[in-house]
């Protein structure tokens, strides 16, 4: 049996190799896994959940800035359609779908259960998020 724990935030930098600033944009946009309130002013992310999506990150097909990190492109520098909201959806159903395919390869000795379905997952983060924003109040 696995003993999971709860990571800072300085712990899934260095895990994940990602900005303080991009996982808190990426967890707005649904595309990391949400922390998780430990007291009044600490905060953590489940070791396990931070690997899953980093397995989960190697299936899902990079397209844009993701493909190409650093710079916007030329035709993007400025221009903020409403095109960029479709995208966002776009990111939302790619990380689903990436989160869907780590399901699919859960480890059996990890757990007798079965795995979690993906309506499951998105309602234990709706969940926590509602949790989050009351501890935040």
């Given at each position: 049996?696995?003993?999971?724990?709860?990571?800072r935030?300085?712990?899934?930098?260095?895990?994940?190799?990602?900005?303080?600033?991009?996982?808190?944009?990426?967890?707005?946009?649904?595309?990391?896994?949400?922390?998780?309130?430990?007291?009044?002013?600490?905060?953590?992310?489940?070791?396990?959940?931070?690997?899953?999506?980093?397995?989960?990150?190697?299936?899902?097909?990079?397209?844009?800035q993701?493909?190409?990190?650093g710079?916007?492109?030329?035709?993007?520098?400025?221009?903020?359609?409403?095109?960029?909201?479709?995208?966002?959806?776009?990111?939302?159903?790619?990380?689903?779908?990436?989160?869907?395919?780590?399901?699919?390869?859960?480890?059996?000795?990890?757990?007798?259960?079965?795995?979690?379905?993906?309506?499951?997952?998105?309602?234990?983060?709706?969940?926590?998020?509602?949790?989050?924003?009351?501890?935040?109040?």
């Open positions: 049996m696995r003993e999971d724990m709860y990571l935030i300085r712990q899934v930098i260095e895990k994940t190799g990602l900005s303080r600033a991009t996982i808190y944009s990426m967890m707005e946009r649904g595309a990391f896994p949400m922390k998780t309130a430990l007291g009044l002013r600490a905060v953590g992310w489940l070791a396990s959940e931070i690997d899953s999506w980093m397995l989960a990150r190697k299936t899902v097909d990079k397209t844009g993701e493909a190409r990190p710079r916007m492109p030329r035709a993007d520098r400025g221009a903020h359609t409403s095109s960029s909201l479709a995208k966002g959806e776009q990111v939302k159903q790619q990380s689903a779908t990436a989160v869907a395919s780590a399901l699919r390869n859960w480890d059996a000795d990890w757990s007798e259960s079965p795995p979690p379905t993906v309506e499951e997952l998105e309602a234990v983060h709706a969940r926590l998020r509602q949790i989050n924003k009351k501890v935040k109040k």
